[in-house]
């Protein structure tokens, strides 16, 4: 059975830092590519970053630049993502997914956790 699940969302205050993690059960990660995508409410869904099946090659929304690091560990079947300097604008729920590249559409999706940024 194939179960991606998220965790570490929370409530911080703008400036502050999360930590996301996604546990990966049912396939070998390290066969994909892994991206954390995100939704705000009234907004659409948009990729937030992605990291290629060996972890070589990155790629973030202009929005999170400098500020999130997505990171995996194949080994583990885990991913994750480090938010710093969050901003009121980063609050949404966090999805992380996996699929063939950054450039398909991801086939594996988790349920999320919400990250809420307020001061």
């Known amino acids: 059975q194939v179960q991606l699940v998220e965790s570490g969302g929370g409530l911080v205050q703008p400036g502050g830092s999360l930590r996301l993690s996604c546990a990966v059960s049912g396939f070998s990660l390290a066969y994909y590519a892994v991206g954390w995508f995100r939704q705000a409410p009234g907004k659409e869904r948009e990729r937030v970053s992605c990291?290629?099946?060996?972890?070589?090659?990155?790629s973030y929304a202009d929005s999170v630049k400098g500020r999130f690091t997505i990171s995996r560990d194949n080994a583990n079947n885990m991913v994750y993502m480090q938010l710093v300097n969050l901003k009121l604008d980063d609050t949404a729920v966090y999805y992380c997914?996996?699929?063939?590249?950054?450039?398909?559409?991801?086939?594996?999706w988790g349920k999320g956790t919400l990250v809420t940024v307020s001061s």
């Open positions: 997914t996996a699929g063939p590249s950054c450039t398909s559409v991801m086939a594996y």
């Open positions: 990291i290629s099946s060996s972890g070589g090659t990155t």
